[in-house]
């Protein structure tokens, strides 16, 4: 299927953030170089615009990064080395973050390549150059449900927050990052705008997991205690669940902390998510017996 050098190839629901492109092959020993270009129609090159242009380059054994506008090429991105040499197998993966990509190649980081023109614009993968192609996936799930989760996102909570009342966040975080937050806030203004009832802080820096409150302009006392049992680079699925006298919060499937209301939950009214943090989805689960065993599922 993949046989065609030039071909242009159809992404199946676009590019979003958390999505990945994996593409095996192999380059002759003759090789000169070759080109991946995520761009914004089928044409081959000039005929679209390309957002990502990812071109190692043999000969003159160098890795160069560009984007193609309007007939004009931007400002390339080069690195002096080669992850790879002329006839050697490769599997790159081309990962979508919101603010940039990041390419892997053969299971190591190799360069990220930010932004110049919308990934949502991107409709095409071109494959061109002295490389046969074995195999190409689209991984990395489904699209965001909701096209606002743009960090920093703020949402309302549907009838606001109460004891029994759950609410699910699940993302990932770049790799290299140092932080990322979420906020149970009483207001849909950003930091330091609102009273924020229940600040949850993964510092991947610190390896810590820091929660707090702030109000009338005041952090509180900050609880650090416990590890921080997610890394820079992972995916998460978060459950927040409002019980009478705390919130109980789970990290992938598993109890992670708790934390004790010093605002009452009847104030909060939005979540806002902020930080080194890409978000898939977040649900809010309607009324639950606040009794009721924790439910992780």
Known sequence: MWSKIPGAYEIPSGIYPGRIIRVKGATPSCAKSFAINLQCGPKLYPGDDIAFHFNP?????????????????????????????????????????????????????????????????????????????????????NPPHDSNLIIPCVLSIPKGMHPGRRIRVRGATPVGVKRFSINLQCGPKLYPEEDIAFHFNPRFDSKTLVRNHFAGAKWGDAETEGNLPLGSGDSFEVFFHCYEHSYKVSLNGKHLCNFYHRISVEKITHIMVDGDVMVFQIDFDPYEDPCAPLKLG
Not at 84 to 98: Q, T, W
Not at 119 to 132: A, E, N, P, S
């Open 57 to 141: 380059r043999f000969t003159q054994k160098c890795l160069v990064r560009n984007h193609y506008d309007s007939d004009t090429w931007g400002v390339e991105e080069i690195t002096k080395s080669l992850p790879i040499e002329a006839g050697d197998p490769f599997e790159v993966l081309i990962y979508c973050y919101y603010n940039f990509f990041k390419v892997d190649i053969n299971g190591k980081f190799v360069c990220e390549f930010k932004h110049r023109i919308s990934y949502r614009k991107i409709t095409h993968i071109v494959l061109d150059g002295d490389i046969t192609v074995e195999e190409m996936e689209f991984g990395g799930g």
